[in-house]
């Protein structure tokens, strides 16, 4: 089985950049679709981006996009999402499951966007 666990989040201004890390263990041999969720507060948790560890194909929501980048690190099985020019609307907990999620959730990792 999967299991992923979520770290480098933290407070930032608007503007400022932060990179998420999503460290993957046990069932790391097969190929998934692995991606970063968000859910901000009193809204539902959106897909913000995803990487196939087949091919590296990657997808961004179109809020993300041109300022997020996703990628990973196969040899210490982990993906990362570097965020930059970081808006308020991005204040959130971040997720990393497989895409599609599966409805199984760590516990996030916090970011929030703030002066």
């Known amino acids: 089985q999967l299991q992923l666990v979520e770290s480098g989040g933290g407070l930032v201004q608007p503007g400022g950049s932060l990179t998420l890390s999503c460290a993957a263990s046990?069932?790391?041999?097969?190929?998934?679709?692995i991606g970063w969720f968000r859910q901000a507060p009193g809204k539902e948790r959106e897909g913000v981006s995803c990487?196939?560890?087949?091919?590296?194909?990657?997808y961004y929501a179109d809020s993300v996009k041109g300022r997020f980048t996703i990628s990973r690190d196969t040899a210490k099985n982990t993906v990362y999402l570097q965020m930059n020019n970081l808006k308020p609307e991005d204040t959130a907990i971040y997720y990393c499951?497989?895409?599609?999620?599966?409805?199984?959730w760590g516990q996030g990792t916090q970011v929030t966007v703030s002066s």
């Open positions: 499951s497989k895409w599609p999620a599966t409805g199984s």
């Open positions: 990487i196939s560890s087949m091919d590296g194909n990657t």
């Open positions: 046990g069932d790391t041999g097969d190929y998934y679709t």
